[in-house]
């Protein structure tokens, strides 16, 4: 199936006509093409999405609602098949993509439609100097929205719905290696009857689609999630055109296990914190640190467990482990496996691929358990963004805590403990945008969500992705 480029409403071949393949990791074929768009191309986008600004930019919040709501009712009603799609594309089991992906996907819309409704703006009186200021909350014009391939739609809606809520116009560009989902998106918005060049996606390459959206002299906000690497290059490139700036990026998280915490919850739960979606979700908890007292416990258990989750064809109901997302990917997930035995970390369950029959050139590798010798060592200190965790044990608050910032990143943290000060003293002292306290992934959408350090500049999610995509304009009235 070849996907087009979604401008003005229409789909449209790449103007150079050059086409990229699209891959299938459950069994490693070609299944499709996509547009390597130019510059050309994305200039189209952008041209369409100039010229539908003024009319949306002044629709009804009402109206803008609406349409928002439908979009999210047309992806539920579309459920099975979006899954399906996403699966295909991405690896992912279908079940978790029908239980996870496309469900959030539904609710980024139905969240946003609703939210712009209840967005407002601050007035100050200028108490004595008889004057009244009031802060406009104006959409920013053409936006563009740039997403990675782990999470397809889950993530380019949850930009592109606040985008559009807010009343800008957007060129988007999901990842060249996930963008199945995003084509049905095109569809889907027309149907709901989002007007012509509101929504224009593009599909490429980063260094050049993604480039030219950043490089675009006129598409004056860029919201990215993406690699560490890319970031810093994408902020170079918007610094000195003053482009408004949101960044969510890698992460390394550490995921903190104090023995007096309820150990069932936890141990269930941090079989999924760290394997789920193959264990290549941002907010995975890679570095394992178990409390002394039950380190060899946890070991066993940890390990008895997840050598019991089936790795298998995304397709297959009871698969806990679908496919890597690509070949390359495969290669760099396992090289990380190697450097950890070169390390001297031990594995204790994985590190090998599995073949399965009948899909023998899929893209799958066993859940692996690495226990390591220090904090230091480089798998514990660089993302890996597979279905690899490490484990080690700690003695005591202030080493766990420092071995926890004591890397790059700092996007999410997870600790386990019934101890109500020690939640309070390490929470404020964790370096990163999101701590969950016995719990993980457990998301209200009203809350802030981003990065410290190397994990990104900015917060996404409720009003902070409304006022990213707005401009504030103070008025000052004098009476
Ligand atoms: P990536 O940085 O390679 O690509 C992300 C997107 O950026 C893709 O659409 C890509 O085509 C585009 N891109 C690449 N180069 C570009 C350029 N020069 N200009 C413009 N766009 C460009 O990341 P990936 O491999 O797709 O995704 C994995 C990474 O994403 C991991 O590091 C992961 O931690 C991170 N991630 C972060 C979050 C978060 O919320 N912080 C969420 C999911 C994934």
Not at 396 to 404: F, H, I, R
Request: with cysteine.
């Amino acid at each position: 199936m070849n996907i087009k480029n979604y401008i003005n409403g229409n789909f449209h071949n790449p103007i150079q006509d050059n086409w990229l393949d699209n891959y299938n990791p459950s069994n490693g074929k070609i299944y499709g093409q996509i547009p390597d768009s130019t510059k050309e191309d994305v200039e189209n986008a952008y041209i369409s999405a100039k010229s539908a600004f003024p009319s949306w930019s002044q629709t009804t919040l009402d109206e803008r609602s609406r349409i928002l709501i439908k979009i999210s009712e047309l992806l539920e009603a579309n459920l099975q098949r979006f899954a399906e799609a996403e699966s295909k594309d991405n690896g992912k089991p279908v079940s978790l993509a029908k239980q996870i992906d496309i469900p959030r996907a539904a609710s980024n819309f139905r969240f946003f439609g609703n939210a712009i409704t209840q967005f407002a703006s601050e007035s100050h009186e200028s108490i004595g100097q008889q004057a009244i200021n009031y802060t406009l909350r104006q959409p920013i014009g053409v936006v563009g929205c740039i997403s990675p391939w782990n999470l397809p739609l889950y993530l380019f809606t949850w930009k592109i719905a606040p985008a559009l809520a807010a009343g800008n116009c957007v060129v988007a560009k999901p990842s060249e290696v996930t963008p199945m989902t995003a084509y049905l998106l095109g569809e889907i918005c027309n149907e709901a009857g989002l007007p012509k060049g509101v929504l224009n996606i593009v599909y490429g390459l980063g260094g050049s689609t993604g480039q030219a959206i950043i490089e675009h002299p006129d598409i004056k906000a860029i919201s990215f999630t993406g690699g560490t690497a890319t970031g810093a290059h994408i902020a170079k490139v918007a610094a000195p055109m003053f482009k408004k700036l949101s960044l969510e990026l890698g992460g390394k998280n550490p995921n903190i296990i104090f023995a007096d915490c309820d150990y069932d919850d936890m141990l269930a739960t941090t079989v999924r914190s760290s394997f789920a979606n193959q264990g290549q979700i941002c907010l995975c908890g890679s570095r394992i640190f178990v409390e002394h007292s039950i380190y060899e416990k946890f070991k066993t258990d940890f390990v008895n467990k997840v050598k019991a989750l089936k790795v298998g064809h995304p397709s297959e109901k009871d698969t806990n482990i679908g496919a890597l997302v690509s070949k390359p990917h495969l290669e760099k997930v396992k090289e990380y496996i190697q450097i950890a035995k070169d390390e001297n970390g031990t594995v204790l369950c994985g590190g090998n691929e599995v073949t399965i029959t009948d899909y023998e050139n899929g893209y799958y590798l066993e859940p692996t358990v690495i226990e390591v010798q220090s904090d230091e060592c480089r798998v514990n200190q660089e993302e890996i963004f597979g279905p690899v965790v490490t484990i080690m044990p700690f003695t005591n608050e202030d080493q766990v805590l420092q071995m926890a910032n004591k890397v790059k990143y700092g996007l999410s943290a997870t600790l386990w403990t019934n101890d109500l000060k020690r939640t309070m003293r390490m929470s404020n002292q964790l370096q990163a945008g999101i701590v969950w306290v016995n719990t993980w992934m457990l998301r209200d959408l009203r809350t802030p969500f981003g990065g410290v350090k190397a994990s990104g500049v900015g917060r996404e999610g409720g009003f902070e992705a409304l006022r990213f995509f707005t401009e504030a304009k103070n008025v000052c009235i004098k009476y």
